[in-house]
């Protein structure tokens, strides 16, 4: 059985950047579908830390920081080994702070400044803090029924499925082993979210990742906005100006969708092993491509994109393998043929990693390739970074 649907915007994909769509449309008056091909809100974003990279946002503003324009952008080419900055660049350092401000002052969605979180390299233009931003942690008895729609935390980087903050919660539970007033914390969290998981089937403290897609989702439905989730995109509907719809597959059946606008938020391709060998060196090889997404982002948005003659432009990116990897105190980090490529001086990874090519010692920039790897630790030092699990599943040394 099939139905038809009209909406001024039809979204593809339920994460930050989908719901971000969602929201700000929906507040101008439009009205809203965000279709989703799982049973799940949030995508990559739910299982993310959560935090974004604004430069001179207002937070930071607030708390008396202040630079030129031109600094943050001096950072970012240096880091893009000095690609030109083109338009989209531009938008992103000029409209980022606009966006925070939009988000603050009409919605659920509040942030924490960064102030003290500093740029993870010494290039020319870095700071020392003031450019990232955080959600608040979200109270998961506000979404309601929507709480069991949510994608839950990662459990790499949750302690029993729970979300622990950056900053001063997460400072507990490292210390939880040497502090009794840290140990008291961790356990009365602990406690508070196996109570919550046994009545309720999940926490409802929500941190990081999933409160910023939780402030985002209450945001969305305050404004409006409909979900239809399981219901994957089987095909773009076009005309001759262009796309003007989707067919969406669902439990019922099939949803066709006309749309004035069409918003494919719904990721790149981390789980689609043919396209990876296309777009990615070390995959086409043979070697592994591992990635934090979940399994269910196979690509499929760039796939209509191809269909449906729009352009599509990827993107290499670094994988960061663990919770307090990079930003973790660590001696070393070594490849898979024992080569030592971790700056531990630095607030993070070394620029520079082994590459999986034939050569051993060939260094290729970390933005190509990070490959699998071990930190060595001393048992002594694994019990003093307290009850994380992700501290314990680092490689022990005597």
């Known amino acids: 059985m099939s139905r038809h649907v009209k909406v001024d915007v039809l979204i593809v994909g339920s994460g930050a950047a989908g719901l971000s769509a969602a929201v700000t449309a929906a507040l101008n008056g439009a009205s809203v579908l965000v279709a989703e091909k799982e049973s799940v809100i949030g995508g ?13 946002n207002p937070l930071a503003r607030e708390e008396g920081i202040e630079e030129d324009a031109s600094v943050p952008l001096t950072y970012l080419q240096h880091e893009m080994a000095g690609q030109p900055a ?37 290039s020319p233009g870095y700071a ?5 931003v955080t959600a608040q942690p979200f109270d998961g008895r506000l979404l309601g029924d929507w709480l069991h729609r949510l994608r839950p935390p990662l459990e790499t980087i949750s302690l029993a499925g729970m979300g622990i903050a950056g900053g001063a919660d997460m400072a507990h539970f490292f210390n939880a082993t040497r502090s009794p007033r840290s140990a008291l914390y961790a356990a ?21 990742g999933n409160a910023l897609v939780a402030r985002l989702l209450r945001a ?25 719809g989707a067919v969406l597959r669902s439990d019922e059946g099939q949803v066709q969708v006309s749309a004035n606008a069409v918003i494919l938020a719904c990721g790149g391709f ?26 269910g982002n196979e690509g499929m948005g760039s796939a209509w994109e191809s269909r449906s003659a729009a352009s599509l432009t990827t993107r290499s990116d670094t994988r960061w393998p663990g919770r ?11 490849s898979c043929r024992s080569r030592t490529w971790l700056n531990v001086l630095s607030r993070g990874l070394s620029p520079y990693c082994p590459t999986a090519s034939a050569s051993p010692t060939k260094l290729t920039p970390i933005t190509t390739l990070l490959p699998p790897c071990w930190k060595p630790r001393r048992l002594e030092k694994l019990r003093r970074r307290g009850c994380l699990p992700t501290a314990w599943r680092c490689a022990a040394m005597d």
């Open 220 to 244: 969305a439905l305050d404004a409006g906005v409909n979900f239809q989730l399981n219901a994957p995109v089987e095909r773009l509907l076009t005309s001759a100006a262009g796309v003007t």
């Open 188 to 208: 009365r969290r602990l406690l508070r979210h196996v109570w919550q998981r046994l009545r309720h089937g999940r926490g409802r403290h929500l941190v990081n």
């Open 86 to 122: 083109d338009a989209r660049l531009l938008t992103f350092l000029r409209y980022g702070p606009e966006m925070i401000d939009f988000f603050r002052h009409n919605t659920v969605v509040q942030f924490i400044s960064g102030s003290r979180m500093p740029d993870f390299h010494d």
């Open 44 to 56: 990559t974003s739910a299982w993310s830390g959560g935090w974004l990279w604004i430069p001179r």
């Open 324 to 334: 307090r990897f990079p930003a973790s105190p660590s001696p070393a980090a070594c």
């Open 270 to 295: 981390p789980h689609d092993k043919q396209r990876l060998a296309q777009h990615v060196a070390h995959a086409a090889s043979g070697y592994g491509h591992f990635s934090a997404a979940p399994p």
């Open 128 to 132: 020392q803090g003031g450019r990232s």
